[in-house]
T-cell receptor
Framework: DAGITQSPRYKITETGRQVTLMCHQT?????MFWYRQDLGHGLRLIYY???????DKGEVPDGYVVSRSKTENFPLTLESATRSQTSVYFC?????????????FGSGTRLTVV | AQTVTQSQPEMSVQEAETVTLSCTYD???????LFWYKQPPSRQMILVIR??????QNATENRFSVNFQKAAKSFSLKISDSQLGDAAMYFC????????FGKGTTLSVSS
């Protein structure tokens, strides 16, 4: 089915390990985004990308790395996971490069760092 | 930097009644978009309604409508004829490029 998919849906990892969250969209949307959701904070922007090979920091980028070698994929890597990165992570995409087209979200990845 | 404030962490309403969720935002821009998203326990983010800042007319989608006051930077959501399925977390969001979210309002609906 066309859409935006995130994997895995759940992940438990240990402190200090590297973990990568995957995001794939099938619309060829130019913009893609990563958010984290924590109780009391809503969704906060980690990184976003305007096109392949173009990425920019959001509100809470520390401890995260992104890449976008292909338009359809936007992986998020935690290079050395910390307990404070326990969260629900959402990927989103936006078509046409304009907010008016709206945003579509993946189903989220619940990451637990122990 | 743009900010979005939802001052009501929790709200409750009875079935068939009307409830209004508040949202204010801060920006120096004149061209932007505003959204309300619904997040049920499944955690899926569902678009409820969207408003273009250049449009004076308030957006409406079935039982959902907004009161957009651009000068006051206010964007409230009214839910009419509330249903049990409306129970969820509601997020107000501002966008020029990326969505900037408020902290959310948890809406409970009682029968």
């Amino acid at each position: 089915d066309a859409g935006i998919t995130q994997s895995p849906r759940y992940k438990i990892t240990e402190t200090g390990r590297q973990v990568t969250l995957m995001c794939h969209q099938t619309w060829s949307h130019s913009y893609m985004f990563w958010y984290r959701q924590d109780l009391g904070h809503g969704l906060r922007l980690i990184y976003y990308s305007a096109a392949a090979d173009i990425t920019d920091k959001g509100e809470v980028p520390d401890g995260y790395v992104v890449s976008r070698s292909k338009t359809e994929n936007f992986p998020l890597t935690l290079e050395s996971a910390t307990r404070s990165q326990t969260s629900v992570y959402f990927c989103a995409s936006s078509g046409g490069g304009l907010p008016g087209y709206g945003y579509t979200f993946g189903s989220g990845t619940r990451l637990t760092v122990v | 930097a743009q900010t979005v404030t939802q001052s009501q962490p929790e709200m409750s309403v009875q079935e068939a009644e009307t409830v209004t969720l508040s949202c204010t935002y801060d920006t120096s821009e004149s061209d932007y978009y505003l959204f309300w998203y619904k997040q049920p326990p499944s955690r899926q983010m569902i678009l409820v309604i969207r408003q273009e800042a250049y449009k004076q007319q308030n957006a409406t989608e079935n039982r959902f409508s907004v009161n957009f006051q651009k000068a006051a930077k206010s964007f409230s959501l009214k839910i009419s004829d509330s249903q049990l399925g409306d129970a969820a977390m509601y997020f107000c969001a501002f966008a020029q490029t990326a969505l900037i979210f408020g902290k959310g309002t948890t809406l409970s609906v009682s029968s």
